[in-house]
């Protein structure tokens, strides 16, 4: 899979690039013990630090940057990002826009009036062939302060153009500043072919495999990890 991302060619010195989502894990999960003392256990216990699903979905696929710092007082927003004239007169130059409340109200994620955020995209995302583009909120990072709304694009055929990303703010209380790099779209390519779901009772071979494999889950820590995850690719 090659991902192809395009920029207004005065910008291309000047924004950060998207990464890869394994390059940006938050220093609290870096600082986290990987065992802690457990009460309830009378032992220590694994922390999601040692959990490979937890960590392979933070790392998976690639990570939108927020191209300048941007300050926030009193729930308002202000930046200082000059930037050259642009090759294209019509290209954003501003790092945010924003949508009014009417345009999701009666949705849970509503802010009682509040407008939403776009962050909003300098970079073209090029697919390859049948493959769309899923943005979500960078997987379990609850500590920003913001969160992004799932979508998908065709992004193998809507490619001459940045993509949006629409995003509420949750914490009304903030002063300070989100700083460039921050991350603020988590996205993969998926397949557009629907799946075929298939529901059937399991087969002896089945319950004998759920049997054997319960056993050893319960019996030693880390058979997933040893027997069954993948090693993800750099």
Same mark, same amino acid.
């Given at each position: 899979?090659?991902?192809?991302?395009?920029?207004?060619?005065?910008?291309?010195?000047?924004?950060?690039?998207?990464?890869?989502?394994?390059?940006?894990?938050?220093?609290?999960?870096?600082?986290?013990?990987?065992?802690?003392?457990?009460?309830?256990?009378?032992?220590?216990?694994?922390?999601?630090?040692?959990?490979?699903?937890?960590?392979?979905?933070?790392?998976?696929?690639?990570?939108?940057?927020?191209?300048?710092?941007?300050?926030?007082?009193?729930?308002?927003?202000?930046?200082?990002?000059?930037?050259?004239?642009?090759?294209? %007169?019509?290209?954003?130059? @501003? *790092?945010?826009?924003?949508?009014? &409340?009417?345009?999701? !109200?009666?949705?849970?994620?509503?802010? #009682?009036?509040?407008?939403?955020?776009?962050?909003?995209?300098?970079?073209?995302?090029?697919?390859?062939?049948?493959?769309?583009?899923?943005?979500?909120?960078?997987?379990?990072?609850?500590?920003?302060?913001?969160?992004?709304?799932?979508?998908?694009?065709?992004?193998?055929?809507?490619?001459?153009?940045?993509?949006?990303?629409?995003?509420?703010?949750?914490?009304?209380?903030?002063?300070?500043?989100?700083?460039?790099?921050?991350?603020?779209?988590?996205?993969? %390519?998926?397949?557009?072919? @629907? *799946?075929?779901?298939?529901?059937? &009772?399991?087969?002896? !071979?089945?319950?004998?495999?759920?049997? #054997?494999?319960?056993?050893?889950?319960?019996?030693?820590?880390?058979?997933?990890?040893?027997?069954?995850?993948?090693?993800?690719?750099?």
């Amino acid at each position: 899979m090659q991902i192809t991302f395009r920029c207004d060619p005065a910008l291309i010195d000047l924004l950060p690039r998207p990464v890869p989502a394994k390059a940006m894990m938050p220093d609290w999960l870096k600082r986290m013990a990987p065992r802690v003392p457990s009460p309830l256990h009378q032992r220590a216990i694994r922390t999601v630090k040692q959990c490979p699903p937890f960590i392979d979905a933070m790392t998976h696929g690639f990570m939108i940057l927020l191209p300048c710092d941007l300050r926030v007082h009193d729930e308002q927003f202000s930046w200082d990002w000059p930037l050259p004239p642009l090759t294209l %007169p019509d290209h954003p130059r @501003a *790092p945010l826009s924003f949508h009014v &409340p009417q345009q999701f !109200a009666g949705a849970p994620f509503a802010r #009682e009036g509040r407008a939403a955020l776009k962050f909003n995209g300098f970079w073209t995302i090029e697919l390859e062939p049948g493959w769309s583009l899923m943005a979500v909120h960078p997987m379990n990072r609850d500590d920003l302060p913001f969160r992004l709304l799932s979508g998908i694009v065709d992004a193998d055929r809507f490619v001459d153009i940045g993509i949006n990303f629409p995003a509420v703010w949750i914490e009304p209380g903030f002063d300070g500043v989100l700083p460039r790099g921050t991350p603020i779209a988590q996205c993969f %390519p998926v397949p557009r072919e @629907a *799946p075929a779901l298939v529901c059937e &009772p399991m087969s002896e !071979a089945h319950l004998r495999r759920y049997d #054997e494999l319960g056993r050893k889950v319960l019996a030693e820590p880390g058979v997933y990890r040893r027997n069954f995850r993948s090693k993800r690719l750099p």
